[in-house]
């Protein structure tokens, strides 16, 4: 039983049905990457902190993961995400998501599946589901982090809604401001797009349209008019945007939005293997170099030989 809650706020312990079934979960890539360098599952339980705090002391020796915006704070040492970190007992362990943003909390050795759909509060106790060999983690812990490269970036941000709609004009975009609350997404628009072509059996991500604003949810009890729904990828990055900030909508055919959520499969899964060939490396006895191609960073294995 390595860790105890000691202080929670929005903390929620979250988990898919698979990659095509995210069901509540704001940002999938960032939860199965926690997964991923938490050696669980690519579905397996996680803890989704929803602008909020997490405090935990570890009971025993034990590894935490974070992945999403935010960052941790072990004994008072400030540490970035995506990464793997060890702990020790009585270690006092802080995680913060960035405001209106999420960041995804995982151990190795797995969260007890029946903690789903917990709100964390204090007093709570984190057992891993699974046992582990310490020394076999240490031994891999450095390929236990989401490369540089393969880390989601905002900018310049182009949110696509999926419709059938035979009004729909694909060419042009509608601006549109992000209102963001703990459980839900408004979209606040001047023009809303043409509602024929309804989309009634979309599956969610969805986007209804309420007193002339667009909701995004991933909610299966979505009441109202439908016009359209989101791909995977742009519903994670609505999750990752700050709060009031300007997107851009573009309108797209059912067809394109399929094209992009085959690609973030592929996203997925590569992620998946570059993960698992970085452990194999490790298990070789490979080293891990930090290199810069073309002012980007990545990771190259330099094995003996």
Not at 161 to 182: D, E, F, P, Q, V
Not at 195 to 216: F, S, T, Y
Not at 256 to 285: F, Q
């Amino acid at each position: 039983m390595p860790f105890e809650v000691t202080d929670a706020e929005n903390a929620l312990v979250i988990k898919a049905r698979g990659l095509l079934s995210r069901r509540n979960i704001l940002d999938l890539y960032s939860y199965v990457a926690s997964n991923l360098i938490s050696l669980n599952n690519l579905n397996s339980p996680a803890i989704e902190l929803r602008g909020g705090i997490l405090r935990l002391q570890a009971l025993d020796e034990g590894f935490i993961s974070i992945t999403g915006y935010g960052n941790i704070i072990v004994n008072e040492e400030i540490y970035g995400n995506w990464i793997t970190i060890p702990v020790g007992p009585q270690d006092d362990i802080i995680v913060r998501s960035k405001p209106n943003s999420v960041a995804y909390i995982n151990i190795v050795g797995g969260i007890p599946t029946e903690l789903e759909g917990a709100e964390l509060k204090c007093g709570t106790k984190l057992k891993e589901s699974k046992s582990y060999n310490n020394e076999e983690v240490y031994k891999i812990l450095s390929a236990l982090q989401v490369p540089e490269s393969m880390r989601p970036h905002t900018g310049g941000e182009e949110i696509h809604i999926a419709s059938s709609s035979t009004k729909n004009n694909y060419n042009n975009a509608i601006k549109a401001i992000l209102l963001k609350g703990k459980d839900y997404y408004l979209l606040k628009v001047k023009t809303l797009p043409p509602l024929d072509g309804i989309i009634v059996e979309a599956e969610p991500p969805v986007v209804k349209i309420d007193e002339g604003v667009l909701i995004p949810t991933l909610s299966n009890n979505h009441e109202g008019e439908l016009c359209g729904w989101i791909p995977t990828d742009d519903m994670d990055r609505l999750a990752r945007l700050d709060n009031s900030c300007q997107v851009n909508i573009k309108l797209c055919s059912e067809s394109y939005a399929m094209k992009k959520c085959s690609k973030y499969m592929d996203k997925i899964l590569w992620l998946k293997k570059a993960i698992e060939a970085s452990i194999d490396a490790a298990k070789r006895g490979a080293k891990a170099l930090r290199v810069k191609i073309n002012g980007r960073a990545y990771i190259a294995w330099i094995e003996p030989l």
